[in-house]
């Protein structure tokens, strides 16, 4: 049970909706006419920042369908228990306005029992989240940008779009200093953008910045292997210009010496059956 609790500690983004990923796959080259090579980057990052922007100064009021499933393998951990299986679906409410933001949710449903509590806090074990569609601005705001190295990594499709994909990284004098969530405001991540209006459509984050990674480091000890853990954002959902979260994945894994993987647990969450009252941004993207 202690190693459960450890590892709630570490994973726990109520405050900074700090992100985590140990590598991504280099995505596959577009054979699309238009490469992404022509464009300069500094008219790539313009408009991303214009996206942020206007996703960050916007207005808000829907609700959507949040559905989470979560699994915690305990077989390691000193209860002996084999695991644990959780389900939870929520009505999901997030209303913007101004420097105000709120959300709100009501549990529907709970590993299967129909159930109705206004105003239910998230029960997941190891992960929690906040504010899921605000945080891809905070790649790109100022503070970022004034740390941030950007690169091109290439082209992809995804969700039928054709996507440019950047990662930004750290400068090499910042590097030490945000290392293991020192700063949580301090983000990273592979970031896949629409190339027709540079809206961002899905985030796998780096991990160097996750507040207390040390833990995840002593835990990975304690199993003899190297920690490997995931989170990804995808934003499949599009209204008035701007991207919705769809998909939000965590998997938190260890590999020992022998490449076997043990994934200690897993979040997904699924948000779907969006309605839309206010969807307002002050600056109209103009391609």
């Known amino acids: 049970m202690a190693a459960l609790k450890k590892s709630k500690s570490l994973l726990l983004f109520i405050a900074g909706f700090l992100f985590f990923v140990f590598r991504a796959d280099r995505p596959a080259a ?12 500094a008219t790539i990052l313009g408009k991303v920042r214009e996206y942020c922007h206007r996703l960050e100064k916007g207005a808000y009021d829907f609700i959507c369908m ?111 200093r945000f290392l293991y969530g020192t700063e949580p405001s301090y983000l990273l991540g592979r970031i896949w953008i629409k190339k027709k209006d540079y809206s961002i459509l899905k985030i796998i984050w780096n991990p160097k910045v996750i507040r207390d990674f040390k833990n995840i480091e002593e835990l990975a000890k304690e199993y003899k292997a190297e920690p490997r853990v995931t989170i990804i954002t995808e934003y499949a959902v599009e209204k008035n210009g701007i991207r919705f979260p769809s998909r939000l994945y965590v998997e938190e894994a260890y590999i020992n010496k022998a490449g076997k993987k043990f994934i200690r647990s897993q979040t997904e969450i699924l948000y779907n059956n969006y309605q839309f009252f206010t969807v307002e941004t002050e600056v109209k993207y103009r391609p």
């Open 30 to 41: 577009s054979s699309t006419p238009q490469s992404s090579e022509q464009i300069p980057p």
């Open 66 to 176: 949040e559905e989470i499933s979560e699994k915690i393998d305990l077989s390691r951990s000193s209860s002996y228990r084999l695991g644990e299986s959780s389900k939870y679906v929520y009505d999901y409410q997030l209303i913007k306005k101004g420097g105000e933001i709120k959300e709100n949710r009501i549990l529907l449903e709970k590993n299967g029992y129909k159930v109705h509590e206004e105003n239910a806090p998230l029960e997941t074990k190891v992960f929690r989240h906040q504010f899921v569609l605000l945080r891809t601005a905070d790649l790109f705001n100022e503070f970022s940008a004034s740390l941030n190295d950007y690169s091109l990594i290439g082209e992809d499709i995804l969700y039928g779009e054709e996507a440019i994909v950047l990662e930004a990284v750290p400068k090499p004098s910042y590097e030490q």
